[in-house]
Structure formats: structure tokens, C-alpha cells
């Protein structure tokens, strides 16, 4: 074939490309000017095995991925305050179901077994020293949407702490906690309710609310299950914490009592649930 005759036939293949892209150039520009877009004809596809048909899009295609779209709002500074939060606030008869010192593999389980009966959800303190070696249950106590705050990593007085040792004991537990439920505490608890101004304020540059009780069921004494009943049902109120515990010693007693007086509350019309922090 002669070079003259290939430059004809190139010249005509551009010459028909440039003809199309001017028509369909047209038509936008016609169309963002309110005249009417000039028609351009799609080119058939040639038939033959090459042929496919055209796959529609998966479903997870259609969603935006997770790390597009606004940022989130960063949490606002946690206040420093001079007291712990004693009650909750909520609409009607509202309580919350607190337990501290776990979690402990030989009671813990049976207390969130009878909250999930129940589908209530409460609040642990878990001190560091258990939580490390039982990660599972931390995990399930995220999963079935309760609150697990921090009580320190061995349960110490920190009154008669200094700083550094306060902050130690918060920041060990809170490490665990996060690396177990991927997000670390929100709340936290003074064991013995003892806290002191350095308690308050290095909590809430972790981030975490102070939160004491205002029924004590003193389970840890071991008064007997009818005891530790009688105390919560007489001390149910609106915003009431009930404390109770899960671990550091004997607390058959305790997960009992739990089976006797939760459904007791439900059916007197209490709901029991846990404290969010945008309504304190």
C-alpha cells in the first residue's frame, strides 16, 4: 500500500473523530445554553464472541466508603468537676445497673447472661489487673452494649497517691479497654469512692466523666440475696445508680439477687439503660 493512500485513510479516520467529538461537544454546550442538544448517534458494537453483557454494579459499590464524606465532630473537653456524678438523668422512671471490680470468669458471665435475658444494658468498672486476662468478656460486654468504665488497674486508695502512680493506674486500664472494645472509657469510678482533686482532673484530661452510686447494695459484705434485693427495691428511684459488684471475692450472692429484682423493676415500670454523656 503506498504512503499517500495510508495518509488518506489516517486523515479521513481523524477527520471522522474530530466530527464526532465536535457533535458531542455541541450538544453540551447547546444544552448549558437552553438550545436543544444535537443528537449523536452511538456506534454500534460489532457483533461477535468479544460481545459481553454489561455486568450491573455490585450493591457495597453503590456506598460511600467509610473514610469519605464530613469529618466527625470531635468530642467536646470533658469538664473538670469537684464532685462525682451521683444520678442520671432521664425521661420517666429511668435507673442504672452498675458493677464494679470484674470481670471476673466466674460471675461476670452469669450476670451479663441474666441482663441479656432481660435485654437490658448496665455498667462495668473493670479494674485493669482482671480485665487483662479476660479480654473475652470485655469484648462481650461491649457487644451487648453495656458501658465499661474504668476503676483503676489494681483497685488502690488514691487519696494516697501521687499524680504519676493516679495517672498509671487510669492509663493501664484504659489502654486494655481500648484495645478490647476499640474505644477507650468514657467513665470512670474512684475505688472506695475516694477522689480528690487530682482524681478529677486527670480523669477528665483522659476524657472520662466521673460517676459514683446512689443505692449501695453493700453485696460485698455478703449480708445474703434477700438483703441485697431488699436494698435495691427500696431504693429505686428515678436517675438512681445502683452499685453492685461482680468480682473481688464471693458474688453468687449478687448475681441472685440480679435475677430476683431486675425483673421486679421492669415490672414496675423502671427502665434500666446507660447514661449517655451529651445528657448530663
Known sequence: MKTDQLLTRRGALLAGAAAVG????????????GEAPVPVRPTAPVPGPETRRALK????????????????????PTPVRREPLLNISGRGRTMVLTFDDGPDPRYTPDILDTLAEYEVRAMFFVCGEMA??????????????????????????LTGLTRKKIRHEMERTAE????????????????????????????????????AWTVD???????GTRTIVDRVE????????????????????????????????????????VPRRQHL
Open 22 to 33: 465536535a457533535a458531542g461537544t455541541a450538544g453540551v454546550l447547546g444544552a448549558l445554553a
Open 217 to 223: 447494695t453493700l453485696d460485698w459484705t455478703t449480708p
Open 176 to 211: 486494655v479497654i481500648d484495645a478490647a472494645c476499640g474505644e477507650p472509657p468514657r467513665w470512670f469510678r474512684a475505688p472506695y469512692g475516694a477522689w480528690n482533686r487530682a482524681a478529677f482532673q486527670l480523669g477528665a484530661e483522659l476524657g472520662m466523666e466521673p460517676l
Open 57 to 76: 454494579p455490585a450493591a457495597y459499590r453503590l456506598r460511600p466508603l467509610t473514610g469519605y464524606g464530613p469529618p466527625r465532630a470531635p468530642h467536646a
Open 234 to 273: 427500696d431504693g429505686a428511684a428515678p436517675g438512681v445508680v445502683v452499685l453492685s459488684h461482680d468480682a473481688g471475692g464471693d458474688r453468687s450472692q449478687s448475681v441472685r439477687a440480679l435475677r430476683s429484682y431486675l425483673p421486679n423493676l421492669l415490672d414496675s415500670g423502671y427502665h434500666l439503660t
Open 132 to 157: 487483662v486476662d479476660n479480654k473475652d468478656l470485655l469484648v462481650r460486654m461491649a457487644d451487648d452494649g453495656h458501658v465499661v468504665g474504668n476503676h483503676t488497674w489494681s483497685h488502690p486508695l
